[in-house]
């Protein structure tokens, strides 16, 4: 929620400082598995004091489990967190105690609709609503290309160059689905809101802000994308900034075997 003296400023009339998470729906990206990304992420939380907080990580309906106030071994219970693929919730459980008034959503696409994505197209998985998000027109080219790579990258090469189109549609879908929930969000609840998630969903270039700007582009929005010791992260976003790099084992051992 808003703090005291912001809304006092505001019924008086007077204008209210803005700083640079100053917007309707903030996007605060991240590398997953960097702590130092999420403390950053709890420290904008704390300051902009958002009526909700909105989570690539959580399903909607696994959102619905959120406990205000629990501590990490019980949350982590209640999200069946363990179980979800992520990194440890340590590094988490920070951002919902920044926020303790914050109402909690998931936005993360289930599996079925990302297996439907591949079978039936990306308009039919995300279904109403997917021309306005822009899901029912093709990428250009170029932009389809630079995807398709970053795909094969990612993956260590190792995916079916005739994969990669529909790896590319699930990561639209994605995008388009953080959008959707958090306007959805911030309608209800009149913002500001925030949402976390990985910094290639939170690039401007691409993801979830080109979505929800051509769907709402009355709704003012703020993106920041963490690099790691001056290394920028792939992408433009609206703010970087960077944090030490942490330890990491080579993702691709297993396929070089």
């Not at 990561?171 to 959707?180: G, H, S, V």
Request: glycine residues 8%; negative net charge.
């Amino acid at each position: 929620m808003r703090s005291l003296v912001t809304l006092l400023l505001i019924s008086w009339g007077l204008p209210v400082l803005a700083g640079p998470f100053s917007a309707d729906i903030v996007v605060l990206g991240e590398a997953h598995d960097n702590p130092h990304h999420h403390a950053r992420q709890a420290e904008i939380v704390a300051e902009v004091e958002p009526a909700a907080l909105v989570f690539e990580m959580l399903t909607e309906t696994q959102a619905l489990a959120y406990i205000p106030g629990a501590d990490v071994a019980t949350l982590a219970a209640a999200f069946e967190w363990d179980i979800s693929g992520w990194p440890d919730f340590e590094m988490y459980h920070p951002i919902f105690a920044a926020a303790p008034d914050a109402q909690v959503f998931g936005a993360a696409v289930p599996r079925t609709a990302a297996r439907q994505a591949m079978t039936d197209g990306l308009a039919s998985a995300f279904g109403s609503g997917a021309e306005a998000y822009g899901l029912t027109t093709p990428l250009e080219s170029t932009e389809q290309e630079a995807r398709e790579a970053l795909q094969m990258t990612a993956h260590c090469d190792a995916l079916p160059e005739d994969i990669l189109p529909a790896m590319v549609d699930i990561q639209r879908l994605r995008d388009a689905q953080l959008a959707k929930i958090a306007l959805k969000v911030f309608e209800l609840t009149g913002g500001p809101v925030i949402v976390i998630t990985g910094n290639g969903h939170a690039r401007t270039d691409w993801g979830m802000p080109v979505y929800l700007k051509r769907s709402a582009p009355e709704v003012s929005i703020t993106a920041l994308g963490q690099g790691e010791a001056g290394v920028a992260p792939t992408g433009t976003f609206d703010v970087v900034e960077y944090t030490d790099s942490i330890e990491r084992e080579d993702p691709c051992l297993a396929f070089k075997s």
